[in-house]
């Protein structure tokens, strides 16, 4: 029998399979499919203290082994989560689920933050500072790690659970970012989002999305995801959540041995909707494989 | 929505670019006329929404349009080919509120789904107008299997051609009926909401990340809150249609 457990700041999960915020709503497009209570945990879909409507259409656009989505934190804003998404995801899923936040200010951020905290399905808080896809905030929080102390601070002032910070690539130095939030409290850190890409029609000849750019998700991004998880892995002591074209058992195995103490999914659910199940069917066979035992022992092995 | 293994029975070109390709497999997700699949295709990323034309209970018939790399390999695909499709996705038409004599429009490459409307419509036992509007003569397709069903066929042509010259809403004005459902695109779909008072279903196209709702990719406004055209559309009533679907920007 395989050990699949894996735990994030005291929070213990039957495994590291963590679908990623924007590609799983709330949960229940997925329970009609299959019974998501075989998951680790998953990170619901970006709440803002605003409901957001998000970018115009298309936000959508196709790549090699990836796509580009320009979506904008859609959303039904805190308080609607809580009164509707909430109890409906209840129904479906008996676990403590990661709570993934944005915001525009820092007062965003722990406002959300603090009106989520009572929710006891919350296990962690997942706090954006990296979307690619709005102006003036997500990503402006990201890139600087003076902003990322910030808001790593306030969202840690109000809430006992734990807060992991969710990073863009977009940065030159990510591990800078890393530390600034490890040293300003930070219970963990999740990485990466998307990396800001483009395509243009070339029958139009102007870009695909309406908000011309967007984040590149997919396969393609794999190499970068595991390259920048390794180097914060080497300069931080806190937990990785690791995500960024994970589509495979394998896949996830690799970005274990880079630092992730669990995996997230992405772009892959949005293709194949049962790929997380799949994955955490096929986990046992490839630990067999590579002769691991204990899943939780190769955290960080390739260093 | 079902995701299954559909064996390719027939794949040919109606037109220069437009193709029909039969699929066997479950055709059990399907409930109403206007719905659409999701079909992997090797090499791509993402899946290739198509509306269903028409099914039974082992086969559905898809009409596709050329339009990028994605299409082009459907079009080059081999009877007896397997895909994994993901089947019976979004709202499509409700047959129920339509009245005693429809009016279904097509454009272009959304004349396929007009077919399977026109179908249960005529299955109910109402006198059904078919209006399928194309470009040119030599983009016209399935008039004939149109007529076949019952329907009163009026083709028109932007270049008169064959038919009523203009756009769709030309034969619509000589037309008499009590409802209509529609597809095409959005320019086609709007001057025909302008066209008339008289209640509409209208199916939109939206670039899709998914196609079953969970990624937010293909959202717009309507009077009764944001909705997902691959989830709650892609048919949409006439009177919750907001133009400015994007209103927010």
Redesign the interface.
């Known amino acids: 029998m395989k050990d699949l457990k894996v735990n994030l700041s005291g929070w213990e999960l039957d495994n590291p399979i963590i679908p990623a915020s924007?590609?799983?709503?709330f949960g229940y497009?997925?329970a009609?499919?299959y019974d998501i209570n075989i998951l680790g945990s998953f990170s619901f879909?970006g709440t803002t203290k605003e409901a957001?409507?998000?970018?115009?259409?298309?936000?959508?656009?196709?790549?090699?082994?990836?796509?580009i989505?320009s979506?904008g934190l859609?959303n039904p804003g805190v308080e609607k989560v809580i009164a509707e998404e909430l109890p409906k995801m209840r129904k479906v899923f008996c676990k403590k689920v990661v709570a993934n936040v944005s915001g525009f200010s820092v007062d965003d951020y722990s406002y959300t933050v603090e009106k989520l905290n009572n929710e006891e399905d919350i296990g962690i808080f997942e706090v954006n500072i990296s979307c690619p896809n709005v102006h003036n905030g997500g990503m402006a929080f990201g890139t600087s790690p003076e902003n990322a102390a910030l808001v790593t601070k306030a969202c840690k002032a109000v809430t006992d659970k734990p807060v992991y910070i969710k990073l863009s690539p977009n940065v030159t130095d990510i591990v800078a970012i890393a530390k600034a939030c490890e040293e300003s409290g930070a219970d963990g850190i999740s990485m990466i989002n998307t990396l800001l890409g483009m395509r243009i029609d070339l029958r139009t000849k102007k870009p695909?999305v309406?908000n011309k750019m967007g984040g590149f998700s997919?396969?393609a991004i794999f190499p970068v995801a595991l390259r920048m998880i390794y180097q914060v892995y080497e300069a931080v002591n806190i937990p990785i959540i690791g995500m960024g074209g994970v589509s495979t058992a394998e896949d996830v195995i690799e970005m274990m041995l880079a630092g992730a103490t669990a995996v997230q999914v992405g772009?892959a659910?949005?293709?194949?909707?049962?790929v997380c199940r799949d994955i955490i069917n096929d986990l046992p066979r490839v630990m067999e494989k590579y002769k691991i035992e204990k899943l939780s022992d190769i955290i960080g092995g390739a260093h | 929505m079902k995701q299954g293994i559909y064996t390719i029975i027939e794949n040919k070109p109606l037109t220069s670019d437009i193709f029909l390709m039969r699929l066997q497999g479950d055709t059990s997700p399907l409930t109403n006329p206007g719905q659409f699949i999701n079909i992997a295709i090797e090499g791509m990323f993402l899946r290739r929404p198509i509306s269903v034309c028409d099914y039974n209970e082992k086969e559905i018939t898809i009409i596709y349009k050329v339009v990028g790399k994605g299409t082009e390999a459907m079009s080059k695909m081999a009877a007896g080919k397997n895909l994994d499709v993901l089947c019976g996705l979004g709202n499509g038409f409700n047959t129920e509120r339509a009245g005693e004599k429809p009016v279904v429009v097509g454009g272009g490459v959304g004349v396929p789904p007009m077919y399977g409307v026109a179908k249960a419509l005529i299955e109910k036992g109402k006198k059904v107008t078919a209006i399928l509007g194309f470009n040119t003569e030599k983009e016209i397709f399935y008039k004939e299997e149109f007529e076949a069903l019952g329907c009163d066929v009026k083709i028109t042509t932007v270049d008169g051609s064959v038919g009523i010259k203009g756009f769709v809403t030309n034969a619509l004005s000589q037309t008499e009926y009590t409802d209509y459902c529609a597809c095409g695109p959005e320019p086609m779909l709007k001057a025909l909401y302008n066209a008339t008072d008289k209640p509409g279903q209208l199916s939109f196209e939206e670039r899709m990340g998914c196609g079953f709702g969970a990624c937010m990719g293909c959202s717009c406004k309507t009077v009764y809150g944001n909705k997902r055209i691959c989830k709650e559309g892609p048919v949409l009533v006439s009177e919750e249609i907001l133009w400015d679907k994007e209103a927010s920007k």
Do not use: H, W
């Open positions: 924007g590609t799983y709503g497009e997925f009609d499919l879909k957001r409507f998000g970018n115009p259409t298309p936000r959508i656009a196709e790549c090699y082994s990836g796509m989505n979506v859609q695909v309406a997919g396969p772009a659910n949005l293709v194949n909707p049962y």
